[in-house]
């Protein structure tokens, strides 16, 4: 779905308001920055130097165009995050003492839900942080694939994919982190319920030799022992060898190649040498 989907936003949750809305509302406070500690339930784990930077060059120019949304902790005069981390990392850079922030009473399961959809709609986070933020929500709030689905805006399909890169093996999943793979690739890494040993040699091929999501549809990815094994049999046997190997069940199957009857008593007496018997030949009565 496109951002438009994206079901409840600030809007819904602030009371119908935009953080666009409120500037110059009266419920903006001026808050000091030392008292705002980040959302305990932000998703996010890499802000990029450069992209804060970039913010706090634009904020220099033009002003703070959105207040900060805070919620007060309880019987004191501290304050959370609720939306607007970027923001809040920006007029630290540049060394501001207070802004202009909206104070609402906000539930935890409101604070988190913003947390994830205030990134997903400016796309900043990466899939496996999504994924991670989606599992979460679900298991701190006891919602399921569907439930979740409804309070995001997002397809029940597309929340199952997302959560299915959470079974991808750490190293791989440090890749999709990284942006090494990306979450089309990821989620074609786990087609046909592969072993995790077969997910790693397939993220190995997508990141050495940059195959794309329909070559990974396409091409069957080998296994580096397997390709060894094939190329030693091809190289004996003079033919094509493909050993279909399912490394899970440690069972499979050796498929060779012949061209002719002729082609096959070759392999077969090839193949008896091998055993010290080369009196009998294939059987197909070749003459």
């Excluded at 990029?48 to 919620?71: K, N, W, Y």
């Excluded at 690739?185 to 072993?195: D, F, H, K, N, Y």
């Excluded at 091409?219 to 094509?240: A, C, S, W, Y």
């Amino acid at each position: 779905m496109g951002k438009k989907a994206l079901g409840r936003g600030l809007s819904d949750l602030l009371g119908g308001s935009s953080p666009d809305d409120l500037v110059g509302h009266p419920l903006v406070r001026n808050v000091p920055i030392d008292r705002i500690s980040p959302n305990p339930f932000q998703p996010r784990t890499d802000f990029p130097e450069e992209e804060i930077r970039e913010l706090a060059d634009s904020i220099s120019r033009s002003g703070l165009l959105q207040p900060l949304v805070l919620r007060q902790q309880r019987g004191t005069d501290k304050f959370e995050l609720v939306a607007g981390e970027r923001r809040l990392r920006a007029l630290r850079l540049l060394g501001w003492e207070a802004c202009p922030a909206v104070v609402r009473d906000v539930d935890d399961r409101d604070m988190a839900l913003l947390a994830v959809i205030e990134n997903v709609q400016r796309e900043n986070l990466s899939p496996m942080e999504e994924a991670r933020a989606y599992r979460a929500l679900m298991e701190k709030f006891s919602l399921t694939q569907e439930e979740l689905s409804r309070l995001i805006g997002k397809s029940r399909p597309y929340v199952a994919n997302i959560l299915r890169l959470l079974s991808l093996p750490p190293e791989v999943q440090e890749k999709v982190d990284q942006g090494a793979i990306s979450f089309s690739q990821a989620r074609e890494l786990l087609s046909g319920s592969p072993s995790p040993e077969e997910i790693r040699h397939r993220a190995e091929a997508v990141v050495r030799e940059r195959v794309t999501v329909r070559e990974i549809r396409q091409k069957r990815i080998v296994d580096p022992f397997v390709r060894r094994f094939e190329e030693t049999l091809q190289t004996l046997l003079g033919t094509k060898v493909v050993l279909e190997h399912n490394s899970r069940k440690n069972r499979g199957k050796l498929v060779i190649e012949y061209y002719s009857l002729e082609d096959l008593d070759r392999i077969m007496d090839i193949l008896r040498q091998g055993r010290g018997n080369n009196n009998e030949r294939s059987g197909f009565g070749v003459n």
